[in-house]
């Protein structure tokens, strides 16, 4: 067995080096290469080594080559078991302490680095190039003729220089990546042995995270890349919606891959985060909605998508009109939005589009969306929905789960895992049945049906009931929500007429009176919340339940005592 494992990786190492070479010709010359001597960097290994092809020689790069690049030095040294990863940077700087402290907690030891500036390397000793502080742009060009990649990590020391747990957050994400490069320079059987870092879950959700940034960042380059109509969004779009999809810019328009409209009313002003905000089709239309003064963060985890929204964040702000940007793209996970810095209570809205059922771990979504809205904000987003649990080998099958079905949730699980979050009432905004068209998968998945759906959870602690109380209130739509004069949909049982008095349970009455959406109500009958005042007539009339005992009907009818 042993020596099956051997002849395997050996194998393995074969293919590495034939695939390696075939992208990059390699140079015999080389200046200098730190962090292994002379020979390492060459390929001239003595003994039983020289036999065995060397692994690929990588070359990470970041601007100062203090810390990221330096941890994926480390990282990729492990991995290969020896010296074929190499760092440098814009500049040379001075080695980080804490990264060199995170890397020893996992058992590499970096602390004999040196921190080096790119001039003084040649590029033809490396097979691979690895920029990974997303600044492709500053690479000198003779660096990026091979195998180039370009990562865009946080920068530990610029989010928070001292706290430890950033720099581990990063130092895990550079291990994911690390081993994913392996896999596609084909370094099979040479994995990095150190387990996973946050525990068996974590792995599996990074391998899940890897299968998507992949199929998101290489796989489709285009909308019509989409093997289904999923990802397609069907809604009917509102005026004011068609008037700013049209000043994106073209070439973010055609990366859009949502299946809804997350765009509510009433945004002028606030602070708006978009989980999974690809390209950034749908926060540069909100850019426009929350105007000069509002504020939007679009979140993702995929090199390329981010890539494309930085490019045209200066381009949109001109076209808007706007003295500064209003935009600012985060690269990170969206089940862990404090690791990129996101604090609590900090928006007035979250939106996401077409997002949450690629996420492994839609709970922690849930419940960082949770975290990040203040009090009175809103959940407002799209996603796709099954009648039924997906059953794990269609949850398991890679384009199924790219596509957006195989992971999509049952939307009764949804329901309960947005209570659980503390989202108390979910609404229902609006859905569509989605038809797959492609008569492959349409065969795979008979029997299931799946809906795109927009719903709205709105944040409202210790406010929400879990069922629809009646307090005898009722409120009278002002008709002044923008676009809105006629009515106000807040969800697709609540169709509000301007002028008319509207009867509501105690939860639509809070969804109104203490939301962003209180100004243009005027409200009729006591606040459930006001100590003595409030009566309480039962369960409201037509929000899905009702009095359950059998006897009810009969009452009234002269039944007989006990
Ligand atoms: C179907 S696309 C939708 C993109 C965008 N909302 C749009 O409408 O064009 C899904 C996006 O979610 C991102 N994504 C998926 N899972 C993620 C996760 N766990 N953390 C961060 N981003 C994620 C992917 O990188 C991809 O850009």
């Given at each position: 067995m042993a020596l099956f494992t051997c002849l395997a990786t050996l194998l393995a190492c074969v293919s590495a080096r034939l695939a390696i070479e075939g992208r990059v010709e390699r140079q015999p010359i080389f200046r200098r290469l730190r962090g292994g001597s002379e020979a390492d960097a060459q390929g001239l290994r003595g003994g039983a080594e020289a036999d065995a092809p060397p692994p690929p020689r990588v070359m990470f790069v970041c601007r100062a080559n203090s810390c990221r690049s330096q941890m994926a030095h480390g990282l990729f040294n492990k991995l290969t078991d020896g010296s074929s990863g190499a760092s440098c940077g814009f500049r040379a700087s001075e080695l980080n302490p804490h990264a060199v402290a995170v890397m020893a907690e996992i058992g590499i030891d970096i602390s004999e680095h040196t921190s080096n500036a790119i001039a003084e390397y040649d590029p033809s000793a490396f097979d691979a190039i690895i920029c990974?502080?997303?600044?492709?742009?500053?690479?000198?060009?003779?660096?990026?003729?091979?195998h180039f990649e370009d990562w865009s990590l946080d920068d530990p020391p610029e989010l928070?220089?001292?706290?430890r747990s950033v720099y581990r957050r990063v130092r895990d994400e550079l291990k994911e990546r690390i081993e994913a490069l392996a896999k596609r320079l084909h370094v099979a059987g040479c994995g990095l042995g150190l387990g996973p870092l946050r525990g068996g879950q974590a792995a599996a959700a990074g391998g899940v995270r890897d299968e998507v940034k992949e199929y998101?960042?290489?796989?489709?380059?285009?909308?019509?890349?989409?093997?289904?109509?999923?990802?397609c969004t069907a809604v009917e779009l509102p005026q004011e919606v068609k008037a700013a999809i049209g000043k994106v810019h073209p070439e973010v328009v055609s990366k859009y891959f949502g299946c809804g409209l997350c765009v509510p009313e009433a945004l002028s002003g606030l602070s708006v985060l978009d989980l999974g905000c690809g390209s950034g089709r749908d926060c540069y239309v909100l850019a426009q909605l929350v105007g000069e003064s509002g504020s939007v963060v679009g979140v993702d985890m995929t090199d390329e998508q981010l890539s494309t929204a930085r490019q045209h964040v200066a381009w949109h702000a001109d076209a808007f009109g706007?003295?500064?940007?209003n935009t600012d793209f985060k690269q990170g996970y969206i089940e862990d939005l404090k690791g990129i810095g996101l604090g609590d209570e900090t928006f007035d809205v979250v939106v996401s589009n077409c997002v949450v059922n690629l996420s492994p771990d839609k709970a922690a979504v849930l419940r960082e969306a949770f975290r990040v809205l203040k009090a009175g904000g809103e959940m407002y987003f799209s996603d796709v929905y099954a009648d039924r649990r997906v059953p794990p080998h269609l949850r398991d099958d890679p384009l199924l789960y790219g596509e957006c079905l195989g992971g999509a949730l049952y939307w009764n699980d949804f329901l309960a895992l947005a209570k659980a979050a503390g989202f108390a009432d979910p609404r229902l905004v609006e859905d569509a049945p989605i038809t797959v068209a492609n008569p492959a998968l349409e065969e795979k998945l008979r029997g299931i049906r799946f809906y795109s759906a927009t719903y709205r959870l709105f944040k409202l602690p210790g406010r929400l009931e879990a069922d629809c109380e009646d307090y005898g209130q009722a409120v009278v739509y002002k008709g002044t929500l923008p676009g809105r004069a006629a009515a106000f949909d807040l969800d697709s049982h609540h169709h509000i007429e301007a002028g008319k008095v509207f009867p509501v349970c105690g939860n639509t009455y809070h969804m109104l009176?203490?939301?962003?959406?209180?100004?243009h109500f005027e409200y009729v009958g006591a606040h459930p919340h006001e100590a003595g005042k409030s009566a309480h007539f039962g369960i409201f009339d037509g929000c899905g339940k009702s009095l359950p005992f059998a006897s009810a009907s009969a009452a009234g009818a002269g039944g007989q005592c006990c």
């Open positions: 990974v502080c997303g600044c492709a742009a500053e690479v000198p060009g003779e660096w990026k003729v091979g928070d220089p001292g706290d998101y960042g290489k796989v489709l380059q285009k909308s019509a890349d989409l093997q289904t109509n999923a990802c706007y003295a500064r940007p009176a203490s939301t962003r959406f209180r100004q």
